[in-house]
């Protein structure tokens, strides 16, 4: 009994939530940066910086191509990672983990207030069970959010970086929920309109999140208008306007990026098609919410034959769980009406009523499972008082599996290798998974072994460019010149929905017109260079490597308008900006090239060659102390390259600074040493 008080306590419970959260995730913690990480992270100019956190607004998710997800939340929660970590993907994926269990303390906080206004007032000859059934709710919630919190069919959305997307909306959302309820209940009139200014302003960080934000807002009025019996109709309707003005000013933000291609064209499924794939979609979810095994990023139910047939019976079984769960009368009844309309209500936009780019994905369970879980909530106590202590251990022993089956998910993010290899052997059939485990072979230099996945790959998608593209290279690497060309030559054609299926699909020509430049062919690089970029006018590798090309062929004064031009229009690309900053100093434009690279080193707050660029052209214009300034500012960004430390003591001996100038080349002698014991270990 002591033990059981002491569980109940509510600090006990979030720290029960923390610890769990974090075991079930820990080996992700080491796991390196798979798939779009390294585009979101890497190789993503929009993060460099704080100064572009309102700039993330006007993009899409992947600034340098197209892509048709507007988070910029997502975007500015990545700029404070690389801010603190600079791009060490131990940093980015702790982030992840702790939004996930932000997430998960919200959830447990929000449904003891929903579950508290859902009970109902005992009544004389019922006093007993029912008041010890109200007494329950808030342990309900707690085991709720904890199972939730472990679930290992949470993984691509906690263990993958680039699926921070989810936990960001949920929390957002959970927050400004919880905002609204305080709100209500402060009698300070400037208290509560700031807890209901914060939870507009939550609401709006949620949806521009991830579009799930939508569903939160949805299941929020349906909950205000059908649960919510404490306040009046008038609160309810302004409250409802006030919902659809923070709807509209989300799709007003996402009007902010410039317009992209048009999406491809859906695959047509009839309407009893897209029947069976919602019923089978709803079975295969339903079967991961109890049995998670046999997980993988890329899922599909278009498998075998017979297998949608009997997916779409445990749909069938589904619906008709929760149609008897809603029927059936008790005083649980009320949570079972809001576990199955938060179910359905969140599973309905994945359900394949739309076009999606998947019949099915695990991180789409992430808002849809907390209603599966609430309405078995409301299963449990209905149950007959003399099962409610087995169903308290069953819930634990649950936890305890959960948390150990997320634990070895976790363990499959550690590297790339071992990701996409266990990927294939769960069952997972999409090709992105082998072009991704070729090009890990390709980067070892096993090029033959990549090229037999890839031939496999294109067998069953003849038409991905992906495919083609890297088994030209891998057949270039082995000497198969005539073969490599013509496979990039088709491959770097663009279709429709290239754009949208990879970021990277401009890859293909950009390696073709490689080619041409080792074939000494350089009007075709320049020709195929300059399609692409009409094609992918926000690839910044396109431009440079034209422009490089052009300035080699035709001069610098041919190559600057191509830089500047993109400059113009992506501001904010550090890389394109330090180009900028050296074709001008080549030129001679000693003005424009300062400027440069004063603006390409504030948009990138870690990289130091614009900084020594800048210093340089200070101390050759005679400015040794804004030189001296520039250059301790590079050293602060980087203290332990020995190059740094080389360049001060240079600008230190040309101000007549002998004995500083000795200090920096005797640190420089240091750190080399330091770099030389460290390689040797």
């Given at each position: 009994?002591?033990?059981?008080?002491?569980?109940?306590?509510?600090?006990?419970?979030?720290?029960?939530?923390?610890?769990?959260?974090?075991?079930?995730?820990?080996?992700?913690?080491?796991?390196?940066?798979?798939?779009?990480?390294?585009?979101?992270?890497?190789g993503?100019?929009?993060?460099?910086?704080?100064?572009?956190?309102?700039?993330?607004?006007?993009?899409?998710?992947?600034?340098?191509?197209?892509?048709?997800?507007?988070?910029?939340?997502?975007?500015?929660?990545?700029?404070?990672?690389?801010?603190?970590?600079?791009?060490?993907?131990?940093?980015?994926?702790?982030?992840?983990?702790?939004?996930?269990?932000?997430?998960?303390?919200?959830?447990?906080?929000?449904?003891?207030?929903?579950?508290?206004?859902?009970?109902?007032?005992?009544?004389?000859?019922?006093?007993?069970?029912?008041?010890?059934?109200?007494k329950?709710?808030?342990?309900?919630?707690?085991?709720?959010?904890?199972?939730?919190?472990?679930?290992?069919?949470?993984?691509?959305?906690?263990?993958?970086?680039?699926?921070?997307?989810?936990?960001?909306?949920?929390?957002?959302?959970?927050?400004?929920?919880?905002?609204?309820?305080?709100?209500?209940?402060?009698?300070?009139?400037?208290?509560?309109?700031?807890?209901?200014?914060?939870?507009?302003?939550?609401?709006?960080?949620?949806?521009?999140?991830?579009?799930?934000?939508?569903?939160?807002?949805?299941?929020?009025?349906?909950?205000?208008?059908?649960?919510?019996?404490?306040?009046?109709?008038?609160?309810?309707?302004?409250?409802?306007?006030?919902?659809?003005?923070?709807?509209?000013?989300?799709?007003?933000?996402?009007h902010?990026?410039e317009?992209?291609?048009?999406?491809?064209?859906?695959?047509?499924?009839?309407?009893?098609?897209r029947?069976?794939?919602?019923?089978?979609?709803?079975?295969?979810?339903?079967?991961?919410m109890?049995?998670?095994?046999?997980?993988?990023?890329?899922?599909?139910i278009?498998?075998?034959?017979?297998?949608?047939?009997?997916?779409?019976?445990?749909?069938?079984?589904?619906?008709?769980?929760?149609?008897?769960?809603?029927?059936?009368?008790?005083?649980?009844?009320?949570?079972?009406?809001?576990?199955?309309?938060?179910?359905?209500?969140?599973?309905?936009?994945?359900?394949?009523?739309?076009?999606?780019?998947?019949?099915?994905?695990?991180?789409?369970?992430?808002?849809?499972?907390?209603?599966f879980?609430?309405f078995?909530?409301?299963?449990?106590?209905?149950?007959?008082?003399?099962?409610?202590?087995?169903?308290?251990?069953?819930?634990?022993?649950?936890?305890?599996?959960?948390?150990?089956?997320?634990?070895?998910?976790?363990?499959?993010?550690?590297?790339?290798?071992?990701?996409?290899?266990?990927t294939?052997?769960?069952?997972?059939?999409?090709?992105?998974?082998?072009?991704?485990?070729?090009?890990?072979?390709?980067?070892?230099?096993?090029?033959?072994?990549?090229?037999?996945?890839?031939?496999?790959?294109?067998?069953?998608?003849?038409?991905?460019?992906?495919?083609?593209?890297n088994l030209?290279?891998?057949?270039?690497?082995?000497?198969?010149?005539?073969?490599?060309?013509?496979?990039?030559?088709?491959?770097?054609?663009?279709?429709?929905?290239?754009?949208?299926?990879?970021?990277?699909?401009?890859?293909?020509?950009?390696?073709?017109?490689?080619v041409?430049?080792?074939?000494?062919?350089?009007?075709?690089?320049?020709?195929?260079?300059?399609?692409?970029?009409?094609?992918?006018?926000?690839?910044?590798?396109?431009?440079?490597f034209?422009?490089?090309l052009?300035?080699?062929?035709?001069?610098?004064?041919?190559?600057?308008?191509?830089?500047?031009?993109?400059v113009?229009?992506?501001?904010?690309?550090?890389?394109?900006?330090?180009a900028?900053?050296?074709?001008?100093?080549?030129?001679?434009?000693k003005?424009?090239?300062e400027?440069?690279?004063?603006?390409?080193?504030?948009?990138?707050?870690?990289?130091?060659?614009a900084?020594?660029?800048?210093?340089?052209?200070?101390?050759?214009?005679?400015?040794?102390?804004?030189?001296?300034?520039?250059?301790?500012?590079?050293?602060?960004?980087?203290?332990?390259?020995?190059?740094?430390?080389?360049?001060?003591?240079?600008?230190?001996a040309?101000?007549?600074?002998?004995?500083?100038?000795?200090?920096?080349?005797?640190?420089?002698?240091?750190?080399?040493?330091?770099?030389?014991?460290s390689?040797?270990?």
């Amino acid at each position: 009994m002591k033990v059981a008080s002491y569980l109940q306590q509510t600090r006990v419970q979030c720290l029960l939530l923390v610890v769990f959260g974090f075991v079930a995730r820990w080996p992700a913690l080491s796991g390196e940066l798979i798939w779009d990480d390294k585009l979101l992270v890497r190789g993503n100019p929009m993060i460099r910086s704080p100064l572009l956190v309102l700039e993330a607004f006007r993009h899409y998710l992947f600034p340098d191509s197209y892509s048709g997800h507007y988070r910029p939340v997502q975007t500015v929660s990545y700029i404070f990672d690389d801010l603190i970590w600079n791009g060490d993907p131990f940093g980015f994926h702790l982030a992840n983990i702790l939004w996930h269990i932000a997430g998960g303390l919200l959830l447990y906080f929000l449904l003891r207030r929903l579950f508290s206004s859902l009970t109902e007032a005992p009544r004389e000859n019922e006093a007993n069970s029912l008041g010890e059934r109200n007494k329950s709710y808030p342990s309900a919630a707690f085991l709720v959010a904890l199972i939730w919190t472990v679930h290992p069919v949470h993984s691509a959305a906690v263990d993958y970086i680039s699926g921070r997307a989810d936990s960001l909306a949920f929390v957002f959302a959970a927050a400004g929920w919880l905002l609204f309820l305080k709100a209500g209940e402060e009698g300070r009139t400037v208290f509560r309109r700031s807890f209901y200014l914060l939870a507009i302003v939550s609401a709006l960080l949620a949806l521009s999140s991830r579009e799930s934000g939508l569903i939160w807002l949805a299941l929020f009025l349906i909950h205000l208008f059908t649960l919510e019996e404490r306040l009046a109709t008038k609160t309810k309707i302004s409250v409802l306007l006030i919902c659809l003005a923070i709807a509209a000013a989300y799709f007003g933000l996402r009007h902010l990026p410039e317009s992209r291609p048009e999406n491809i064209a859906g695959p047509g499924w009839s309407p009893a098609m897209r029947g069976q794939l919602m019923l089978g979609a709803l079975g295969d979810y339903a079967r991961l919410m109890l049995v998670p095994t046999n997980l993988h990023v890329e899922r599909t139910i278009l498998g075998p034959a017979g297998s949608l047939r009997f997916l779409v019976a445990g749909g069938l079984l589904t619906l008709a769980v929760l149609a008897y769960g809603l029927r059936r009368p008790g005083p649980a009844q009320r949570l079972r009406i809001l576990g199955a309309a938060w179910f359905i209500l969140s599973y309905l936009p994945t359900s394949n009523l739309f076009d999606l780019n998947a019949t099915v994905a695990e991180h789409w369970l992430y808002l849809p499972s907390v209603g599966f879980l609430i309405f078995l909530a409301g299963v449990a106590l209905d149950l007959p008082v003399r099962f409610r202590s087995a169903a308290v251990v069953f819930s634990g022993l649950l936890v305890v599996t959960f948390t150990a089956l997320s634990m070895n998910r976790s363990g499959d993010w550690v590297n790339a290798e071992t990701f996409f290899r266990k990927t294939f052997a769960a069952g997972a059939t999409n090709s992105r998974i082998g072009v991704n485990l070729a090009v890990i072979y390709a980067e070892r230099g096993e090029h033959a072994k990549a090229e037999t996945i890839l031939r496999k790959v294109l067998r069953v998608a003849p038409g991905n460019s992906l495919a083609r593209n890297n088994l030209a290279l891998a057949l270039s690497q082995q000497g198969k010149a005539e073969e490599a060309k013509a496979l990039f030559e088709g491959a770097s054609k663009v279709r429709p929905g290239d754009q949208k299926v990879d970021p990277t699909s401009w890859d293909a020509a950009l390696h073709l017109a490689k080619v041409f430049r080792e074939e000494k062919n350089t009007a075709a690089a320049l020709s195929l260079l300059e399609q692409a970029r009409r094609d992918y006018p926000d690839t910044w590798q396109l431009v440079n490597f034209e422009a490089g090309l052009v300035r080699e062929s035709e001069g610098i004064d041919a190559a600057l308008p191509l830089v500047q031009d993109f400059v113009d229009r992506h501001w904010w690309h550090a890389g394109a900006c330090f180009a900028l900053g050296q074709l001008s100093a080549e030129r001679g434009d000693k003005q424009k090239a300062e400027a440069a690279f004063r603006r390409a080193s504030w948009l990138d707050f870690h990289e130091t060659a614009a900084l020594n660029s800048l210093a340089a052209m200070q101390a050759d214009a005679g400015r040794f102390d804004a030189a001296l300034r520039t250059q301790r500012r590079a050293i602060r960004r980087q203290p332990d390259q020995p190059q740094q430390h080389f360049f001060l003591a240079r600008i230190l001996a040309r101000m007549g600074h002998s004995e500083e100038s000795l200090q920096a080349v005797a640190e420089v002698g240091r750190l080399r040493g330091l770099a030389q014991q460290s390689a040797e270990k």
